[in-house]
């Protein structure tokens, strides 16, 4: 039971070697050929084609990092200890290695909930009317984590490293009754260097995280717990730093170079040198380039290697072809690999002008972005990677070729996701402070992230009320050039909401002037400031309910004719149009790509989550993806119309139709008569109102005279029965993967029902349903359990995979309709390692010592009340030198764990050192004779509260005597 070593990851390391990745989709579906992506609500093929194969894993960048997701216990609620009631217990309280309550090493944590990362505990919330209404009206309150450890003997003199991805929100982490960390915010990683707390061999190290989350960073759902990955580490006492290496790629006069900087860390006793080799491997695996440089490492400091590789004519990445490369750094100390890093690159230039806007590769590329929350129905923030890819990969779908991290560090793997998919990031920080707390995060933020091709811009903040003030001005120039001393190779933004014409304002030191809004100022400032250049940093804010086509104040209901948007924003198609049309503005980013708990806006409670998606909470796309892909899209034809042709009851009344594409014409039929006929609009679109009869309406596009794309919806019978749909027939049984499966109901003829609202229940074999939704804002229905009701046709489960083999067999079920059963093959994928798991017992580090005696002592021998000197103080494993026979008082007091307290238990003592006699509250209750080191166990008897635990040892003077090993009490 020892962490997991490096060499079990080598098999998934070898499956995330390959640089470059295929372009091809790696989740989403293929297009029907009837109906390209159109999942906006057709009547008849509203799904797409399920993948059959799984998506290549996201590169191994450092193999020594092992995933410690399993095995948490979790608490909701505050854990106060009790009062400190005597001068001694405070004075010891405040010692290394004593904290106390849910910190304390031995605390009882056996009723905590076991739990798997990541985990957002505010999703298993109820919603409720007083929490606060940003947060989704969602409490989220306090909560404690405790995982316990063990780790090897032989990496002891190792660095090991422990790190939580990301926290929600502040924070405090004690390792073996130390605090390790203090960190206030829930978007940056918590490092700890665990190597001197670290405990070897038998004895735990048990890990508590105290999460305050009544603490709120900002006005959207935060989520609240360990929402992201937590690795634990062991390197060479010399070794690559985290995030110690900076390698990316520069295109100079005299061609493509990679400029590699390698910081080391060391441990080691003695100041070292160190050699460094980087190559440069090529998507199809060849080195095409390499260096080595050498080190100076001082003891206990760092040290950098710097080396330059050049490339000579380098495959590009770009957002049609985004290929990577593999950077792999390695020390090398004696002829040995010591530590390793494969990082993926990519070549590209970037640039932003002032009258041309973007530029990728030297080719104007047109930022079609969104803003992003990281928050999905059912799962809040803890985002399984593969969702994250697949909710990227459904943008991408609808042209979307970048993403901001509104407004905050985003997850590591949402980086590696865009990487391979071409999508461009706007990297945002959460912090608008230049105190060193937050430079270091800021700092944290460009050394973790730099190495990407994806990263474009870095930007300093959103909307901060100073952007226009001296203060704010003296606060972004600082925050900027520590970003540019880490990199000088992407502009700096900040997403500024006003202030623009002020004489002193913070675009003045900025690189790229972001727009938060205010669209109708661009041309003016563009005048004003005509070196400058600009990006949309934010627009949109438009609200659309998916599937409903009238706006209903009363009911909260938004229509999705694009007619509903904040004052401050504009409909998805007004808001393109200003941006499509001026060159000089570099692109914009919709607020936002997907609905989000929290921030519920225009209507509050009930509602408690926002409807400004382009797709829904479940990523359900809505009229508005529709809207984007006809503007978006352009290496394929695009045709889409709206609304579902669904209306029983309103035959003959006029409706609404709105027809989407990027062809030169298209033409509307409905029951196969014309009825409309139109020259292109791709940025605002078609409308007719037509009287509606039921039947066919179908909208069909051409280029040049000739049918390109067609799309159509039938009026559908009642639902029949159920349909469930997932993205993938194929699932890795490594308790990792997971994906979103549709439930909809179909009529007699197998459509889609676009308007079924009814309750749908599940059942689950060989794996989880992890979170449920249906992307209706107003719902109150739980995201977790296992039913969920169909919202305009439309309802989601997360399944997440139990390990093994075998089939997940999913059934969905709905009174009075046929039931629906999907299949789906669980794969024998090598599962990333994890930590090993721990058994509950507890380990009595702490004791007393009496003075040595020259008598034996009775059995109630005990320091006196304030005695932090006369008995010394021992930890259990560390012997009493051989000396002069004599007898000892060890002596502690325990409070066991529950299942001990009722149950009886055993105590163990691994070796102690001379004759001994074991006491209980008083009790004999064990001997030992052999004066020789052994082991001694007995019965712990039953029974609450603190127990007396004392060990009278005599020495005979010629061998070490007392604890020499660990001492632990265990459940019978
Ligand atoms: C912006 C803000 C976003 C969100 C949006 C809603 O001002 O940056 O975080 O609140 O408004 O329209």
Known sequence: MTVARRDLLLGSAALGLAGGLSPAPLFAARARPTDGLSMGGAGALPMPVPLDHMPTPLPVQDAARVLMDRGWLFHEGDIEPAPLDTHNATYLSVKAGNARGAAAVDYDDSDWQAVDLPHDWASFQPFVKTA????????????????????DPALQGRRIELEFGGIATNATVWVNGSVVAHNFSGYNAVRVDLTP????????????????????????????????????????????????????????????????TVTLTSIADGDSTAMVEARLID????????????????????????????????????????????????????????????????????????????????????????????????????????????????????????????????????????????????????????????????????????????????????????????????MVRRMAHWVRALDDSRPVTAAMNGAFFDPVNVAHVVDVTGFNYYQGDYDRYHQLNPAKPITSSEDTSAFMTRGAFETDPVRHIASSYDVEAASWGDTHRGAWK????????????????????????????????????????CGFPKVAFDIHRAAWVDDQPVVAIAPHWSWPGREGQPIKVMVLSNAERVVL????????????????????????????????????????????????????????????????????????????????????????????????????????????????????????????????????????????????????????MLKLDRLGVPARAQVALVAPETDIRDWRRSPRLDTRPSADLAPAASDNNGWAFVHAGTPTPAEEAGWRMYRTVLTPRRAVAARGGEIGFAAIGGVASLWIDGQLVAEKRDPRPGPLTAPFPAGEGKRVIALIVAGLGNNESGLIGRVMVRPR
């Open 132 to 151: 606060n209404v940003a947060q989704g009206y969602r409490p989220r309150g306090i909560g404690w984590y405790r995982r316990s450890v063990r780790l």
């Open 197 to 260: 707390f670290a405990r070897f061999g038998d004895e735990v190290n048990v890990v508590a995280v105290r999460v305050d989350a009544e603490a709120m960073e900002g006005w959207w759902y935060e989520g609240a717990g360990l929402y992201r990955h937590v690795w634990l580490a062991d390197y060479a006492p010399v070794s690559i730093a985290t995030d110690g290496v900076h390698g990316d790629p520069r295109k100079r006069a005299d061609g493509w170079h990679v400029p590699v």
């Open 283 to 474: 998507p199809q695996g060849q080195v095409v380039a390499q260096g080595r440089a050498q080190a100076q490492v001082p003891s206990l400091d760092q040290g950098t290697a710097q080396l330059d590789l050049p490339v000579a004519d380098p495959q590009l990445w770009s957002v049609e072809r985004p290929t990577l490369y593999t950077l792999d750094v390695r020390l090398l100390r004696d002829g040995q690999v010591a530590d390793e890093r494969r990082v993926p690159i990519g070549f590209r230039t970037i640039r932003f002008d002032a009258d041309r806007g973007f530029f990728l590769n030297e080719r104007p590329v047109k930022l079609k972005g969104v803003c992003l929350h990281q928050d999905h129905a059912g799962v809040g923030t803890a985002i399984p990677d593969a969702l994250i890819g697949w909710r990227l990969e459904r943008l991408k779908a609808m042209g979307c070729n970048a993403v901001r991290s509104s407004h905050n560090a985003p997850t590591p793997e949402l980086l590696d996701w865009c990487d391979r998919l071409g999508l461009l990031v706007m990297n945002e920080n959460r912090q608008f402070n230049p105190a060193p707390e937050y430079r270091a995060q800021l700092e944290w933020l460009v050394r973790r992230d730099r190495n990407h091709p994806s990263v474009i811009l870095w930007s300093v903040f959103n909307e901060e009320p100073m952007q226009g003030t001296p203060a704010g001005v003296a």
């Open 578 to 617: 200003k941006i499509a049309e001026r060159p000089y503005v570099a692109g914009g980013f919709v607020w936002t790509g997907f609905d989000y708990h929290g921030e519920p806006t225009p209507y509050e409670w009930p509602t408690i989550a926002s409807f400004f998606g382009i797709l829904d909470l």
């Open 669 to 820: 039929r409905l029951n196969g008569k014309t009825v409309g006929e139109a020259a292109v609009d791709r940025l605002m679109g078609h409308e007719w109102t037509l009287p509606y009869a039921p039947g066919r309406i179908e909208a069909i596009a051409y280029r040049g005279g000739r049918e390109v794309a067609r799309a159509a919806h039938e009026t559908v019978g009642a639902p029949v029965a159920l349909r469930l749909t997932p993205a993938r027939t194929v699932m890795a049984g490594d308790r990792e993967d997971a994906q979103a499966i549709t439930i909809d109901a179909v009529d007699a003829r197998g459509r889609h029902v676009p308007i079924a609202n009814l309750m749908t229940r599940f059942t689950i074999e060989g794996g989880a349903i992890i979170g449920v939704g249906n992307g209706d804002p107003n719902s109150h229905e739980p995201e977790k359990g296992l039913q969920r009701s169909l919202f305009n046709g439309l309802a989601q489960m997360i399944v997440r995979p139990d390990g093994g083999r075998g089939r997940i067999v999913i059934r969905a079920m709905a009174d009075g309709l046929k039931p629906a």
